[in-house]
């Protein structure tokens, strides 16, 4: 695929801004997210370790007034055997003591002491019980102090007291409130130690509280009787909305069963019913408690629903764990740590945080940020194309001179530029059209000078392209074709003059031609071929052969054909010449035959035999006689002087060596007589001659 110089130029240039406005867009954001997340946990952790501290000291508060009170008893400010001084010290240390609901007292003969802080949110707003939880009025001080006696422990008189602590009227008796039958007592009674209870309902309130109670008992560990002390969840929902991290966040407490114990949402974490009439626990509302799970509040309630689906997570917690948690179809940061005291509180505080709470600014900046990427890449765009305009305007301008002057071999005008590297560009292309019309008028000349050579060259030269084409031929090939089209293909040439085999009548074979091997990438010739012209049989000698290209495809096949008459007559002359010369060697060989077996006739007859050796080569012939008169069957293959030496007797070989040294050096003959040794051992005399024979250039 091709694309434009200026598409070239501007989209890669466009990517790169988009992509590195996208990149740092994307950074910003993400470093702000994690900077948040960051910020996030360090809030959530430091808001659960100071709601931890805030339960310490809250619930450290009953266990303080507990210790006093015990403390009272053994320095005998107060007895048990008189409750009236009780109950005024509990009154004492009831207004002395913030933030706690009630101070309680129980005998287990059925006396009962109370003192109970009445809330606000107690108050009647009318004039009948119904319309409120408590019948004080409001010029009354905001205690209800109630008593009952060992003669009727089930019912309960509630008083207002006076400035002085003392009771001063009476405003309501309860029925059915006997202590002992209360679930603080009775677990105070089971265990025999301090703790702690599940939340419930104050009397009649709306209002729900913890107790913390104490058995005490004698030296003898007889109960004496239970001390115990409310403290009301109201304080606790105040403080922990007071607490709120952001617009949307929510702080829960829930015990391990998954029961609210406190809230800072607005909702309740229960559920009320009012009732009119009275039953075994006199009240007008009725509270169902809710599951974290079942919070009226979305945030609570879903929050709550994914830490049960993780329930895992937070087995066996000891220390903060947070998490970030996709809920809602948002992000949402918690916090959860496990609340014991060792008393029979197991509590787990949960922060959760809305990541929308902290990324709407930095939404806000991340839009701000895009639209000024947005800016820039409009401006980055507008100037590459500018910038393109100005480096590919001059560069069509010269494209379009090249192309110009590629077709007409004109210089046409080019569009200035102030680039260097263009007007560098400009002036080699100047340079290389200078140099173009140089190589042109080289080639010009050349070619002229090949036309020439190949007009004046004895043999037909013929080229065909790869399609088979006939593209050039010279003088002597249209001398010998006659005039030829240049887009005639070999087998229009075969027809118009037909090539036979030599010497027959026989068509020759188009696909065995030369140029047809050629032109399939083959080096091919061919001289039995013969061509009618005019009635005449030319016999021709055919050469053809490829020119390929670097990759192996044929791009033309050259073919040399030439006229072979005279070639063909030089050949038959020869060819008589060799056949008589042929006779007259074979006729001197059958003379020399007979000539050697007349002299190895005369040798066996004359019992003469003859070695010869080769002074150069050391080779040696031996005639027949020789090898019969030295015991051999037959004549060795090849003789060696040592062979023959050994068939002497060791005083004759040096005599013979000599004999044979001294003839090579004086070029003279020499007689000697000497031994050799039959097969059978015995020895015999022979007369021998030595005759150098000398090569053409006198060496022996």
Known sequence: ??????????????????????????????????????????????????????????????????????????????????????????????????????????????????????????????????????????????????????????????????????????????????????????????????????????????????????????????????????????????????????????????????????????????????????????????????????????????????????????????????????????????????????????????????????????????????LLCLGLLLSSVGFGLWMTRQIARPILSLSQAMQGYARDHLMPAIAPSRIQEIVALRAHFEQLTAQLERSFRSLQASERKFVKLLNNLPIGVSVFDAAGQLVLLNKQGAKLLGQVAAEESPETVLTKYPLHRAGTDTPYPSAELPITLALQGLVANADDIEMRVNGQRIPLEISAAPILAADGRVLYAVNIFQDISHKQQAQALQQHYHENLTAQVQERTLALQASEAELQEAQRLARVGSWELDVATGLMVWSAELARILGYDRVPVSPTYAELLSRLPADDRQPLEAAVAAAIASSQPYELEHRIICPDGSQRWCSAEVKPVAAPENKP
Not at 44 to 66: C, E, M, N
Not at 252 to 261: D, K, R, S
């Open 1 to 370: 695929m091709r694309i434009s110089l200026r598409a070239f130029l501007v989209v890669p240039f466009v990517l790169q801004i988009t992509s590195v406005t996208a990149l740092v867009g994307y950074l910003s954001f993400r470093n702000s997210r994690a900077a948040t997340a960051d910020l996030t946990h360090q809030l959530i952790g430091t808001t659960l370790t100071q709601v931890t501290q805030q339960l310490d000291t809250y619930l450290a508060v009953p266990s303080q007034l507990s210790q006093r009170f015990l403390t009272a008893l053994e320095a005998d400010l107060i007895d048990l055997d008189d409750l009236d001084r009780v109950h005024r010290y509990l009154i004492l240390k009831q207004r002395q003591t913030s933030g706690i609901a009630t101070l309680l007292v129980g005998t287990p003969q059925g006396s009962f002491r109370t003192i109970h802080r009445v809330l606000p949110a107690e108050f009647a707003n009318g004039s009948t019980l119904l319309d409120g939880f408590t019948l004080l009025d409001e010029d009354d001080l905001p205690y209800e102090a109630g008593l009952s006696d060992p003669n009727r422990p089930s019912q309960l008189h509630l008083h207002t007291i006076d400035s002085s602590g003392r009771l001063v009227k009476r405003v309501q008796t309860l029925q059915n409130l006997d202590v002992r039958d209360r679930p603080w007592y009775r677990q105070a009674v089971r265990t025999g130690q301090s703790g702690w209870t599940e939340p419930f309902q104050i009397g009649a309130s709306p209002i729900l509280t913890l107790n913390y109670f104490t058995p005490i008992y004698d030296a003898e560990r007889s109960l004496l009787g239970v001390f115990s002390v409310n403290v009301s969840l109201d304080n606790l929902n105040e403080f922990l909305s007071n607490l709120k991290l952001s617009p949307n966040s929510e702080i829960f407490i829930t015990e391990a069963n998954g029961l609210l114990v406190a809230t800072s949402a607005t909702e309740a974490s229960y559920l009320t019913t009012y009732r009119s009439t009275n039953n075994a626990q006199p009240k007008r509302v009725e509270f169902r408690r809710l599951l974290a799970t079942d919070s009226r509040n979305a945030m609570v309630r879903s929050s709550a629903r994914y830490l049960a689906d993780n329930v895992g997570e937070l087995t066996n917690l000891t220390t903060i764990k947070q998490m970030v948690a996709q809920i809602d179809g948002e992000r949402r940061f918690l916090g959860v740590i496990p609340y014991q005291n060792g008393r029979g509180l197991d509590w787990r505080l949960v922060v959760v945080v809305p990541e929308a709470d902290f990324m709407g600014e930095i939404g806000t900046q991340t839009r701000r940020t895009l």
